[in-house]
């Protein structure tokens, strides 16, 4: 089975860039530097040929967020979804208020994104996740890296039994993917791009 590249972007040229490459599907934000923040929506009016989902994050830093904060995520997830999102990426730690986001993005799918990470029990919030309908969790296994988290993200993977998607994001490239996705068993993986070669690079060693 292929494994599915998601291209986390932050601007039009990155995005033509990751569907040049052959990315299968865009995570569109801003200010990845600090970990991406909800990025400006005018990008989801360029047709393009895969999916885009949108990263709904008001501010970096930490994941826990006041009433006003999560007021602003519940409108942008409302913006994006009315503005052609086909999916959307967000999360909070306190769960309930994570069930309100899922509420107002559906019908469009929802990962959970790197705040799953900050957990100290990543398998019991894998299991609340998955009751609360969540379709993929972004996750690096708790570690800087997905590479250095690999052990964490398989027991993730044999925990989901199909029930969930885990993807791997942070610090994969075109040297360390294969080997990733051998030790992991994942079957979709997460990495910024700002050039075509870096997916394309990816795209080879997955051969």
Known sequence: MPILIEAAVESLDATLAAV???????????????GGTT?????LQVQL?????????????????????????LE???????????GIVTGDLSLDRTRDLIAAARPLPVT???????????????????SLGVERVLTSGGAPTAPE????????VVQAKDRIAILPGGGINADNVARLVKQTGVREVHFSVKDAE??????????
């Open 20 to 34: 040049e490459g052959g990315a299968h599907r865009i995570e569109l934000c801003t200010d990845l530097v600090h």
């Open 39 to 43: 990025p400006d929506l005018n990008l």
């Open 49 to 73: 040929p895969i999916p885009v989902f949108v990263l709904v994050r008001p501010r970096a830093g930490d994941f826990v967020y006041t009433d006003a904060e999560h007021r602003t995520m």
């Open 76 to 86: 942008q997830i409302s913006r994006a979804r009315n503005a052609g999102a086909h």
């Open 112 to 130: 959970f994104h790197r705040a799953f990470d900050v957990f100290p029990d990543r398998s019991e919030t894998l299991e609340r996740l998955i």
């Open 149 to 156: 988290g690999a052990d964490t993200i398989r027991r993730l």
């Open 198 to 207: 870096k997916v394309r690079a990816v795209v080879r060693n997955l051969r």
